[in-house]
């Protein structure tokens, strides 16, 4: 086993220099969910260069990919999942430069020595994590169908492995009314007084929520001129909650809190629900696997606090469809935040490069002891049927 963990680190050791380049390209081409056409090709380029099987398009979406590396030998299939999109306005301040980077790294690292066992590599290239549900609409088409365990990292401000996440999704509220002079207020409807009707109701409901239930919103659209009633008016708000279930059900709260704003002003309301963000169960088999391959290479691994901010991602939902690890590997202090400016500079400081690395060589160990361990492929599977 040693032998075999010792090559895949000397892979990984001998392709730095092209991880690390791909990583500063991908960081200095910030671009936004769905568009991550650039990040694609430099991703599919390095794997076609380490004789991966590039399938385009996955589950009809143009910046999504499959790249595989099997043997004739059926076995285990390990996919290591690559994020690359930006967010609006900040770049890489979330660091997926360094989840696609330590994700090729791993796939590449671990193909090296699959040639000796049964098994197939993939590389997921799952855009559009910031918002547009990629992972989800990619599970939804079958693209995990062929999948049997699922790897990947996040940077952050401590190494972690085992930390949940919030359910989430995004609604749009929006009224229409009718269009009056302010002298003469009564002769329209005011679409954004039942818009701010609605705000003063989920501020009332927020003594009820359970915890962990979150409710941010802005306003979008509010009126041209002080002097018209706004004969429209829209909100966007991000919902999170400890479930998918508590999160359907404070929307439909908000459904009511809208319904009723109706009522009191007679603008017409309407109600957009964005794509659901199930909460994350991390496999904590694969998770303890990993710790023990990162330890090897002089990361410590923490558990999280169990009254810890938690955020959203989709790889909740693969997690309730297949076992899947979603670790974190620190590359900022902990009073940095991620999507921020100081986070942004952080994902290609020399940290980062290091994380880079470390991660592949973890993820890529990790993969191998799923691939040649039955005990441990048998535990995995346990444990995840037990969450569903």
């Keep these: 086993m040693d032998d075999y963990k010792d ?22 081409n910030p671009e936004l969910c769905f568009e991550e056409f650039k990040a694609v090709n430099w991703l599919k380029e390095i794997l076609k260069e380490h004789d991966f099987k590039i399938e385009d398009n996955s589950g009809g979406l143009e910046t999504a990919f499959k790249a595989r590396f099997k043997v004739k030998k059926p076995g285990p ?39 000796d066992l049964a098994g197939e590599v993939i590389l997921l290239g799952t855009p559009a994590e910031e918002g547009g549900g990629g992972k989800i609409i990619l599970l939804e088409e079958g693209e995990f169908d062929d999948i049997d365990y699922a790897l990947m990292i996040h940077p952050g401000s401590i190494n972690l492995i085992g930390r949940g996440g919030l359910a989430a999704s995004k609604l749009v509220i929006e009224f229409k009314g009718e269009a009056a002079h302010s002298s003469s207020p009564g002769d329209g409807i005011n679409a954004l007084k039942a ?11 927020r003594s009820d929520f359970a915890k962990n239930t979150r409710v941010n919103g802005i306003i979008t659209e509010g009126g041209e001129a002080s002097n018209i009633i706004p004969d429209y008016a829209a909100a966007e708000f991000t919902v999170r909650a400890t479930t ?32 659901i963000y199930a909460e994350r ?6 998770a303890e ?20 901010n938690l955020g959203s991602s989709d790889i909740g939902n693969v997690t309730m469809e297949l076992p899947a690890i979603h670790s974190y590997l620190k590359i900022v202090e902990e009073d940095v935040p991620a999507h921020t400016e100081k986070f942004a500079e952080a994902a290609i400081a020399p940290r980062a490069e290091e994380v880079i690395i470390k991660a592949a060589k973890g993820l890529a160990m990790t993969g191998y002891d799923i691939l040649t361990n039955p005990e441990l492929r048998e535990e995995i599977n346990n444990e995840f049927n037990n969450i569903r």
């Excluded at 730095?16 to 990583?23: G, M, N, P, T």
């Excluded at 997926?96 to 193909?111: E, F, K, M, P, R």
């Excluded at 330890?295 to 691994?301: W, Y």
């Design 7 to 28: 090559n895949i680190q000397k892979s990984i050791d001998k392709i730095e220099a092209d991880l690390i380049k791909l990583s500063k390209d991908i960081h200095s």
């Design 77 to 115: 299939r390990v996919a290591f999942l690559a994020e690359y999109d930006a967010l609006r306005g900040k770049g890489h301040a979330c660091g997926h430069n360094i989840i696609a980077t330590s994700a090729v790294g791993a796939a590449i690292g671990l193909s090296k020595v699959i040639k």
């Design 195 to 205: 818009l701010l009707e609605v705000f003063r109701g989920i501020d009332t409901l």
């Design 244 to 275: 998918r279930d508590g999160l359907e059900e404070v929307i439909e709260k908000i459904i009511t809190v809208t319904k009723a704003a109706h009522i009191l002003t007679g603008a017409v309301p309407e109600v957009k629900e964005g794509i």
């Design 281 to 286: 169960y991390p496999n904590m088999k694969m």
């Design 289 to 308: 696997q990993f710790k023990m391959n990162m330890e090897r290479l002089h990361e410590k691994m923490n558990y999280p606090d169990p009254d810890m």
